[in-house]
């Protein structure tokens, strides 16, 4: 199964609400990070939060890892429409194999 | 700068037939990535490129092989393709394998 587990699945907000995501994963890790992808695009990464870091801010992005629980939320505040998109946890456990969640699906309406 | 790019956007082929995948980055970076995306599943790492010179198998390698032609350069090739290598590949590059990776926008195949 996969490292890195994305939770929920799927998430539908207004806009200006905040929208949490979680990551839950198996293994010790270097560091964790955060990836957006628009429908059909590639993907573009957000944050990096490593394993000594508690939490971690970028805009209105707000990362935090929790390793005893292995364990990471991703909190988008003041959401907009043009962050509908899919959000990917990614786990780096060391020798170049960053190991990617099934991510959680974000829809904004407007 | 472009970033990544990777040709061809789209591909059908069919079961058997061959193809290669380029990739390119202009960052000027070390390690290189050839992810696949199936609906559902995420990214899964077919081969990935530390440096110049060195090619390592990833989660899934069976049916694919990889070329790093230089720095900037990593292709990925189907010598007899299979339905079941329908799927989206990305490439991505980043500085070194602990940094954040830069995707390129992706390659549709199909087998029919």
């Known amino acids: 199964s996969q490292q890195g587990e994305e939770d929920p699945q799927a998430l539908s907000i207004q806009e200006g609400e905040n929208a949490t995501m979680n990551c839950s994963y198996k293994?010790?890790?270097?560091?964790l990070q955060w990836y957006r992808q628009n429908s059909g695009r590639g993907l573009v990464h957000l944050i990096l939060?490593?394993?000594?870091?508690r939490e971690k801010h970028s805009g209105r992005l707000r990362v935090t890892l929790d390793t005893s629980k292995k364990s990471s939320s991703l909190l988008i505040t003041a959401s907009r429409a043009a962050d509908t998109a899919s959000y990917f946890c990614a786990t780096d456990t060391g020798g170049f194999k960053t190991i990617f969640g099934a991510g959680t699906r974000l829809f904004v309406k407007a | 700068n472009a970033g990544v790019t990777q040709t061809p956007k789209f591909q059908v082929l069919k079961t058997g037939q061959s193809m290669t995948l380029q990739c390119a980055q202009d960052?000027?970076?070390?390690?290189m990535y050839w992810y696949r995306q199936d609906p559902g599943m995420g990214l899964r790492l077919i081969y990935y490129?530390?440096?110049?010179?060195?090619?390592d198998k990833g989660e899934v390698p069976n049916g694919y092989n990889v070329s790093r032609l230089n720095k900037r350069e990593f292709s990925l090739r189907l010598e007899s393709a299979a339905p079941s290598q329908t799927s989206v590949y990305f490439c991505?590059?980043?500085?070194?394998?602990?940094?954040?990776?830069?995707f390129g926008p992706g390659t549709r195949l199909t087998v029919l």
């Open positions: 490129s530390a440096s110049e010179g060195t090619t």
């Open positions: 991505a590059s980043s500085e070194r394998g602990i940094d954040e990776q830069f």
């Open positions: 293994t010790s890790i270097n560091n």
């Open positions: 960052m000027n970076h070390n390690s």
């Open positions: 939060i490593r394993s000594n870091e």
